[in-house]
Structure formats: C-alpha cells, structure tokens
C-alpha cells in the first residue's frame, strides 16, 4: 500500500486490491486491551487518488468516513486532536486501532457528520507533516466499508465492564451531549473528545493501558532478549545462569544480591538462594497480587508445592484475579456513581441559588420601578393642584371683567 510522501514498507501491509470498479485495499485492524479482550476486524480503504493517474479526482461513491494510517505511537491522542485543529467540531466519532504487523503506529478511523468536512480533512492533511521536527507523514485514506470478524476474551470481566457506560468517565456527562464528537482508544473506552486534553500522558485513565510499549531489555553483555534479570540495586541487566550468566556474575563481582526477574517480577535473593518477594504483578491486569507459595523454590525455576499440583495452582489464581477485576470495576463503577450524585446535587444546588438571585434581582427592580412610578404620580399630582389653581383665577378675573364690561356699557 504505497502512498505519496512516504516509503510503501513505514506503511501497514495490506491484502491485495479488488478487482471491482473502484479498487479497494483490505487492511485487518484490531482494538482493545491486549491482557483483558481484542476486536479484530477488517477496514476496506479506497485507493490514494495521490498515487494513481487520475490524482485530481476523490473517489466516487465515498463516504463521510477517512482512515488516517501511520500515525507515530509517541503522538498522544491529545495531541493528533490538536493536529485536527478546527476539524474536530466535525467530526462525529474517533476510534484508536492497530493496524497489524504495524509496530509503533496506530491508525484513526474518524466519521464526520458531512461529506464536505470530510473531503475537505482529506484535501488539508493528507501528505501534511504531524511535526515540522520530524519526517513523519500523515495518510489519509477514505474508508468504503468496516467489518468487526472476532471477540477474544483474554480474561474474565464482569458484566459491569461489559455494558457501556453512558457517561464519560472524565467529565461525567452524557456521551451524546457533547457537539465535538467522541473518541473511543484504543482499549475500547469512550471519552469526549474535548475531554482528553485533560490527562497528559498515553495511557488510558480508565484501565492505565499505554499503546506506547516500553523498549526491549537485553542482556548488556551478550545481548540476548531471553531469561533477563535486573539487579534491583543498580538496574544492571544480565541473563540467568541458563543462559549466559551474566546476572550471577554481576552478583559475585558486586554483591548486589538482589535481582528482579524481567519476564515473571520476581525477586531472586543470591545470598539465601531463595525468592524473598511477597507481591507479584498479575499479567491478567496488571495489579498487584500477594504471592503465597510455600514450596522450595530453586534459582529461576518452580517450587515444588507448583509443580504438584499446576492445574489446581492456576484456577486458584484464576479464581482470584477474576474476584479482583470483579470488585475494582464494582468499585469503580460504585464510585463514578457517587461523583455524579454529587456533581448533580451541586447542579441543582447552583440552580436553585441561581433562581433567588434572580427572584431577588427581580424584586429589586419592580420595587425601583414602582418608586419611580410613585415619584411620577406625585409629580403629576402637584402639577395638576398648580393648573387647578390657575384655572380658578382666571375664572375669577373673567367674571370681574365681565362685571366691569357691564358697567361700561350702562354708563
């Protein structure tokens, strides 16, 4: 899948084009939080009008749907919204997926709410540079069709979990009452897209999973990526005695006796030959757990007390951590139920404050009014006592002239 400005192999691999009229490239895509469930599926992208002969024509038929492929891992989604710009008012949903085979990049599945925005996003970004510090390329390819192929559960989660929230967990409003559209991660948890601005780093307030995966340890002697031991002293990385030894030999010219297996978080002590940790991180999701075995147990190897029975082992720690993800998530929920019983307490609080003060703002004014009206009144009032006085005078002089006129005659 080659598109102007980049090399074809930075791209997502993609299957071969259809042989309809309009070409499209199938891509398989997947979502969700590796250690818990993942959505797979398959999005059928149109062809790059940029990489063909007819490069001044958008596909026909498309659709208000574009898919922005390659985008680089340390590129929060904080930030690729601010990248959008002016666009992200329009646009109606955001999903974060994994393009397979693609490591380090993650793609965006963006529907806008017109056609015009969408054509519009295409002609400004596509072949635009995300940093001017950097090569990094944004594609944008317009999407015909999503298909979701598979569900699989990876560990047990309550039914809690599985319903949506209709609320974002960061603001706590309603999903749907936000006019910037609505991201959904990578790990398949929706916020408001204005909502994530508000936490700095990549990983997922909710679940704390981080598409952006730590770099490979290796033995800083042989170099080897397996069996790896890090001194909890110094971070020296070695491999075990299985390999090439080196984390024992880092212990005999040091005696830094202490070391953390890599692959198992387990503390290994050399001086009493035995493992001296009491908690261990669960893979199912991440927590930590109490690590109660009681077998004797050899230097990079299993107890006894686990080798006799794994089978029962294993389904008490199952057991165990479906017992803790089923109450962190009624916690949580519990929780987020609390706060917004209370944000909307405080809603009606500032609303009912709201109202006396403009009762009171309306009080205020009809008591001014009605002075000024009373003001007015007596004013008038006075005026006409003047002019009633006046009249009376004038009807006294008349009638005095009247007389007088009279007598002028007779005489």
């Known amino acids: 899948m080659a598109t102007a400005g980049k090399p074809a192999a930075s791209l997502p691999p993609a299957a071969a084009p259809s042989t309809s009229a309009h070409a499209l490239d199938s891509v398989h895509f997947s979502s969700g939080n590796p250690r818990i469930e993942e959505t797979r599926g398959v999005v059928l992208l149109h062809s790059d009008p940029h990489a063909t002969a007819s490069s001044s024509r958008l596909?026909?038929?498309?659709?208000?749907?574009?898919?922005v492929l390659a985008v680089p891992n340390h590129m929060t989604y904080a930030d690729f919204c601010r990248f959008?710009?002016?666009?992200?008012?329009?646009?109606?949903?955001?999903?974060?997926?994994?393009?397979?085979?693609?490591?380090?990049?993650?793609s965006v599945l963006i529907n806008f709410d017109t056609q015009n925005s969408t054509d519009n996003f295409y002609k400004h970004f596509n072949g635009k540079q995300f940093s001017s510090l950097e090569g990094g390329v944004c594609h944008v390819r317009f999407v015909e069709d999503l298909h979701y192929t598979q569900l699989i559960e990876h560990a047990h989660s309550s039914a809690a979990s599985l319903a949506e929230q209709p609320t974002c967990p960061v603001c706590l409003e309603r999903l749907d009452q936000d006019p910037g559209g609505i991201l959904t991660t990578i790990c398949n948890h929706s916020f408001h897209c204005s909502c994530i601005s508000k936490w700095a780093?990549?990983?997922?307030?909710?679940?704390?999973?981080?598409?952006?995966?730590?770099?490979?340890?290796?033995?800083?002697?042989?170099?080897?990526?397996?069996?790896?031991?890090?001194?909890?002293?110094?971070?020296h990385v070695g491999c075990g005695r299985y390999k090439g030894g080196h984390a024992i030999e880092h212990w005999k010219e040091t005696q830094?006796?202490?070391s953390l297996e890599l692959e198992t978080q387990k503390v290994w002590d050399y001086a009493g030959d035995n493992y001296v940790h009491r908690l261990i991180q669960s893979k199912t999701?991440?927590?930590?757990?109490?690590?109660?075995?009681?077998?004797?147990h050899t230097a990079e190897n299993t107890c006894s007390l686990c080798n006799?029975?794994?089978?029962?082992?294993?389904?008490?720690?199952?057991?165990?951590?479906?017992?803790i993800v089923e109450e962190y998530n009624d916690l949580v929920t519990s929780?987020?139920?609390?706060?917004?019983?209370?944000?909307?307490?405080?809603?009606?609080?500032?609303?009912?404050?709201?109202?006396k003060e403009i009762s009171a703002a309306v009080e205020n004014a009809l008591i001014i009014k009605t002075q000024k009206l009373e003001a007015k009144i007596d004013k008038c009032t006075e005026e006409k006592r003047f002019i009633d006085e006046v009249n009376s005078n004038l009807v006294k002089n008349q009638e005095k002239w009247i007389e007088t006129i009279r007598k002028t005659q007779a005489r």
């Open 201 to 235: 780093d990549s990983s997922c307030p909710v679940c704390r999973y981080c598409q952006q995966q730590p770099e490979k340890s290796m033995c800083s002697i042989c170099g080897t990526l397996e069996n790896l031991w890090i001194c909890v002293i110094c971070g």
């Open 59 to 67: 596909p026909v038929g498309r659709k208000p749907r574009v898919c």
């Open 308 to 323: 006799g029975d794994s089978a029962m082992s294993e389904a008490l720690l199952n057991s165990k951590f479906e017992a």
């Open 285 to 296: 999701d991440g927590k930590l757990v109490e690590y109660n075995c009681h077998g004797g």
């Open 84 to 106: 959008c710009g002016a666009f992200v008012p329009h646009t109606l949903e955001m999903r974060i997926v994994r393009i397979d085979d693609a490591e380090d990049q993650y």
């Open 256 to 258: 830094h006796c202490y």
């Open 335 to 355: 929780q987020l139920e609390k706060q917004r019983n209370y944000y909307e307490t405080r809603l009606l609080e500032d609303k009912e404050e709201t109202d």
